[in-house]
């Protein structure tokens, strides 16, 4: 049997995205490699392969298609072994400020001309200058050009040295023959400015990455461990599962864990999007990442190192950003026959100008002209910016998404969230908290705290969520609880006990007919109850005359306080909303009525669900499902785009595309709208980076763009798709919804 694995690579020397199609071109070449996706922005490479490819073969391959790979491991770290060789020298910023300083001589004059001043250096001199921008810090071009030669294909690099070539080649030409009209300037301010434009550029893509970085940072290094009773400071890959870890107060908790001693609050922003410190005491779950704010804990590890909450956080993201929408390979489409494309016209607007561009009887050279319009389209015409205007946009959507406690598992998900038009909200988990409360008790006889703690007292044997509902309300109402014995479980009708000298019995109004309550006595206590409270259950006591009624216990299962708020927000986004529920059909149009839901489809089992949301899909609609149990998987799988609140099921979670990290149904409409607002940008992106190039290539063609110009334009082009992507950044939550 054939195994499936995945494999990361870090991919150094691309510069636009025609590098990012031959690195996979080369990828899947490779035998064994089923499949390979590589991210400009991020500089990496994931790819799923079966023998007989290794690793070392894939990264090899990428090193042959003249690019550095190193493979990365589960981490997302670097390995100890790489193929790509270390950098050393100066660092880019360096770089970028000694070619500025040699240009900048030779680019004054050309600034001062318009005013009368002459203060054009001599041509040795300008050769002096330019010689060292072009083959020294333009060597980079040249380099990676000749790799896409190789190849057979094009890049930003080759157009950029073939254009800053042909303009030092003709001021070297003009200046042996002893024309002092050079253009050493030119060449020098094209890669001047694309070295800064990239430096800018890399700046930018790195803020980008700012979330999975935050994540990253949020592990520490090493560890407290309990052992024999004995604390030692380990690394942290030496934390074994069951081990105890103590956590004092300011420090990060090392793993994901049980509260085995201890309380404190914990901070866990970076991780759910809480903003509120959340008090962990004993049997409390606590997640590797969180901050302990006060107090001393002593935690039993439940996950280490690649399983950890945090671990899988950032896989998810990383993923997301490494996967490529639907929109993007139309743009890959594009930019594999672009540079060919470019050269095609940049030999065309040589041609014509050289050809038909003299004006007789002038002596001038048509061909010095076309020289520089044909450098102009090469240089202008560089495909950088369509290679990042979508991931960009999904970085910097999914990182701050991440941010606010949505994980999106892929970018076909951040993409297809923005055209949800109508969601389906599961019911119990989802909407209400998932759990019984005790939402009123009346008394018959006596005091309603006497009823109250003699049902407690019944109850405290019981591990029912009902019994369970009972004595959380007891211990909230700081009741004094009696010992109860004798204890007896009437399956299916009830609880009963010897509480001090009286028996007790707490059960069904079945139950309680059968024991001889008057039924009319209950239906007068039944007209007091909140019709809220679905499930009742009723109290009695035996006495010498009988078996008297002293109440009813009535329970509901309370809605989250962010449940009305969240359905307002998907109608304020024009989204319709459906309950979708296994319970009944009573309960859950109570709940929708509450929150406004219009539609309710009650009563359905696991397999009933998928084929209501198959009968919205019938409706050429586009559906969203939102659900936290087993149950919800099946119509989670069938929905369109699915969400799962992190304190459901794992089933749930695996199945979705949608992870919610704090049980928190306001989410659903925050996801969309962040999701809407990225899929603009990669619109607005798409559109500047077009724009560029189908205004400024003619422009250049027709000899209305100097190099110069040229390469301000192209450099702008992608630092301007890069800092419109990163204003998603900005993104916050609205609040209410």
Same mark, same amino acid.
Request: proline letters at 4%.
């Given at each position: 049997?054939?195994?499936?694995?995945?494999?990361?690579?870090?991919?150094?020397?691309?510069?636009?995205?025609?590098?990012?199609?031959?690195?996979?071109?080369?990828?899947?070449?490779?035998?064994?490699?089923?499949?390979?996706?590589?991210?400009?922005?991020?500089?990496?490479?994931?790819?799923?392969?079966?023998?007989?490819?290794?690793?070392?073969?894939?990264?090899?391959?990428?090193?042959?298609?003249?690019?550095?790979?190193?493979?990365?491991?589960?981490?997302? !770290? /670097?390995?100890?072994?790489?193929?790509?060789?270390?950098?050393?020298?100066?660092?880019?910023?360096?770089?970028?400020?000694?070619?500025?300083?040699?240009?900048?001589?030779?680019?004054?004059?050309?600034?001062?001309?318009?005013?009368?001043?002459?203060?054009?250096?001599?041509?040795?001199?300008?050769?002096?200058?330019?010689?060292?921008?072009?083959?020294?810090?333009?060597?980079?071009?040249?380099?990676?050009?000749?790799?896409?030669?190789?190849?057979?294909?094009?890049?930003?690099?080759?157009?950029?040295?073939?254009?800053?070539?042909?303009?030092?080649?003709?001021?070297?030409?003009?200046?042996?023959?002893?024309?002092?009209?050079?253009?050493?300037?030119?060449?020098?301010?094209?890669?001047?400015?694309?070295?800064?434009? /990239?430096?800018?550029?890399?700046?930018?893509?790195?803020?980008?990455?700012?979330?999975?970085?935050?994540?990253?940072?949020?592990?520490?290094?090493?560890?407290?461990?309990?052992?024999?009773?004995?604390?030692?400071?380990?690394?942290?890959?030496?934390?074994?599962?069951?081990?105890?870890?103590?956590?004092?107060?300011?420090?990060?908790?090392?793993?994901?864990?049980?509260?085995?001693?201890?309380?404190?609050?914990?901070?866990?922003?970076?991780?759910?999007?809480?903003?509120?410190?959340?008090?962990?005491?004993?049997?409390?779950?606590?997640?590797?990442?969180?901050?302990?704010?006060?107090?001393?804990?002593?935690?039993?590890?439940?996950?280490?190192?690649? !399983?950890?909450?945090?671990?899988?956080?950032?896989?998810?993201?990383?993923?997301?950003?490494?996967?490529?929408?639907?929109?993007?390979?139309?743009?890959?489409?594009?930019?594999?026959?672009?540079?060919?494309?470019?050269?095609?016209?940049?030999?065309?607007?040589?041609?014509?100008?050289?050809?038909?561009?003299?004006?007789?009887?002038?002596?001038?050279?048509?061909?010095?002209?076309?020289?520089?319009?044909?450098?102009?389209?090469?240089?202008?015409?560089?495909?950088?910016?369509?290679?990042?205007?979508?991931?960009?946009?999904?970085?910097?959507?999914?990182?701050?998404?991440?941010?606010?406690?949505?994980?999106?598992?892929?970018?076909?998900?951040?993409?297809?969230? $923005?055209?949800?038009?109508?969601?389906?909200?599961?019911?119990?988990?989802?909407?209400?908290?998932?759990?019984?409360?005790?939402?009123?008790?009346?008394?018959? $006889?006596?005091?309603?705290?006497?009823?109250?703690?003699?049902?407690?007292?019944?109850?405290?044997?019981?591990? $029912?969520?009902?019994?369970?509902?009972?004595?959380?309300?007891?211990?909230?109402?700081?009741?004094?609880?009696?010992?109860?014995?004798?204890?007896?479980?009437?399956?299916? /009708?009830?609880?009963?006990?010897?509480?001090?000298?009286?028996?007790?019995?707490?059960?069904?109004?079945?139950?309680?007919?059968?024991?001889?309550?008057?039924?009319?006595?209950?239906?007068?206590?039944?007209?007091?109850?909140?019709?809220?409270?679905?499930?009742?259950?009723?109290?009695?006591?035996?006495?010498?005359?009988?078996?008297?009624?002293?109440?009813?216990?009535?329970?509901?299962? !309370?809605?989250?306080?962010?449940?009305?708020?969240?359905?307002?927000?998907?109608?304020?986004?024009?989204?319709?909303?459906?309950?979708?529920?296994?319970?009944?059909?009573?309960?859950?149009?109570?709940?929708?009525?509450?929150?406004?839901?219009?539609?309710?489809?009650?009563?359905?089992?696991?397999?009933?669900?998928?084929?209501?949301?198959?009968?919205?899909?019938?409706?050429?609609?586009?559906?969203?499902?939102?659900?936290?149990?087993?149950?919800?998987?099946?119509?989670?799988?069938?929905?369109?785009?699915?969400?799962?609140?992190?304190?459901?099921?794992?089933?749930?979670? $695996?199945?979705?595309?949608?992870?919610?990290?704090?049980?928190?149904?306001?989410?659903?409409?925050?996801?969309?709208?962040?999701?809407?607002?990225?899929?603009?940008?990669?619109?607005?992106?798409?559109?500047?980076?077009?724009?560029?190039?189908?205004?400024?290539?003619?422009?250049?063609?027709?000899?209305?763009?100097?190099?110069?110009?040229?390469?301000?334009?192209?450099?702008?082009?992608?630092?301007?798709?890069?800092?419109?992507?990163?204003?998603?950044?900005?993104?916050?939550?609205?609040?209410?919804?």
């Amino acid at each position: 049997m054939t195994t499936n694995n995945t494999l990361n690579l870090a991919v150094g020397g691309m510069s636009c995205a025609s590098c990012s199609s031959t690195v996979e071109k080369a990828l899947l070449k490779v035998k064994g490699v089923t499949q390979a996706t590589v991210n400009l922005a991020t500089e990496k490479a994931q790819i799923d392969f079966a023998a007989p490819a290794t690793p070392e073969q894939i990264a090899r391959a990428v090193v042959d298609a003249g690019y550095d790979a190193e493979i990365l491991n589960a981490s997302g !770290e /670097k390995s100890s072994t790489s193929s790509a060789p270390a950098r050393e020298g100066f660092g880019e910023g360096a770089l970028v400020a000694i070619a500025a300083l040699l240009t900048l001589p030779l680019v004054l004059p050309m600034v001062a001309l318009p005013f009368g001043e002459h203060w054009m250096l001599p041509g040795w001199l300008q050769l002096l200058l330019a010689t060292p921008v072009q083959f020294w810090l333009g060597g980079r071009f040249y380099r990676a050009g000749l790799k896409a030669v190789q190849n057979r294909t094009g890049n930003m690099d080759l157009l950029v040295a073939i254009g800053t070539s042909a303009a030092y080649g003709l001021s070297v030409y003009m200046m042996d023959k002893g024309n002092g009209h050079l253009y050493f300037e030119a060449s020098s301010a094209v890669i001047t400015l694309v070295m800064l434009g /990239k430096w800018l550029e890399g700046r930018a893509k790195r803020q980008t990455t700012a979330a999975i970085a935050a994540l990253q940072a949020l592990r520490p290094d090493t560890a407290r461990v309990r052992r024999n009773g004995v604390d030692k400071t380990i690394a942290m890959a030496e934390v074994q599962l069951n081990d105890e870890v103590v956590v004092r107060p300011g420090e990060r908790i090392p793993v994901d864990g049980l509260v085995l001693e201890g309380s404190s609050h914990v901070d866990e922003a970076l991780i759910t999007g809480e903003s509120e410190p959340v008090v962990k005491a004993v049997g409390n779950k606590v997640t590797g990442g969180a901050v302990n704010l006060d107090g001393l804990l002593l935690v039993q590890t439940s996950a280490v190192g690649t !399983e950890t909450t945090l671990a899988r956080i950032i896989r998810l993201v990383e993923d997301a950003q490494a996967a490529k929408p639907d929109i993007q390979k139309l743009v890959d489409k594009v930019s594999a026959v672009f540079v060919p494309v470019v050269l095609v016209i940049a030999l065309f607007t040589l041609l014509g100008w050289g050809v038909l561009g003299g004006s007789p009887g002038t002596g001038g050279n048509p061909w010095e002209q076309a020289i520089l319009n044909a450098v102009a389209v090469l240089v202008i015409a560089c495909p950088c910016a369509l290679g990042l205007a979508t991931p960009t946009a999904i970085m910097a959507g999914t990182g701050v998404a991440a941010r606010h406690g949505i994980l999106i598992k892929d970018a076909q998900a951040l993409e297809l969230a $923005h055209s949800i038009q109508t969601v389906v909200f599961d019911k119990t988990g989802t909407l209400t908290v998932g759990k019984p409360t005790l939402m009123q008790f009346e008394a018959v $006889h006596g005091e309603r705290g006497s009823m109250l703690t003699k049902a407690a007292a019944v109850e405290a044997g019981s591990m $029912h969520p009902l019994a369970s509902a009972v004595k959380n309300r007891a211990q909230q109402d700081k009741l004094d609880v009696p010992h109860a014995t004798d204890l007896q479980d009437v399956a299916g /009708k009830g609880l009963s006990a010897q509480v001090g000298d009286t028996r007790v019995y707490v059960g069904t109004i079945r139950w309680m007919e059968e024991l001889g309550v008057s039924a009319a006595t209950m239906q007068e206590v039944l007209a007091s109850v909140n019709a809220n409270a679905a499930t009742r259950s009723w109290v009695a006591e035996q006495t010498d005359t009988g078996i008297r009624l002293l109440g009813v216990l009535a329970f509901g299962d !309370e809605l989250k306080p962010s449940a009305q708020g969240a359905v307002s927000a998907l109608h304020g986004l024009k989204v319709d909303t459906v309950l979708l529920t296994g319970d009944t059909a009573a309960s859950a149009q109570r709940v929708a009525s509450e929150l406004g839901i219009g539609h309710v489809m009650a009563e359905q089992l696991p397999g009933d669900k998928s084929k209501a949301i198959q009968a919205l899909h019938d409706s050429k609609r586009v559906v969203a499902m939102v659900g936290d149990g087993i149950n919800d998987a099946p119509a989670l799988a069938m929905a369109d785009v699915s969400f799962a609140m992190s304190t459901g099921t794992d089933v749930a979670m $695996h199945t979705a595309d949608v992870t919610l990290m704090r049980s928190d149904p306001s989410l659903v409409a925050q996801t969309i709208d962040i999701s809407r607002r990225t899929y603009n940008k990669i619109k607005q992106n798409l559109f500047w980076a077009f724009i560029y190039n189908a205004v400024g290539i003619p422009l250049a063609a027709l000899g209305y763009l100097n190099p110069v110009l040229a390469g301000m334009a192209m450099a702008l082009s992608s630092v301007s798709v890069v800092t419109n992507a990163l204003m998603l950044r900005n993104w916050k939550p609205k609040v209410g919804a």
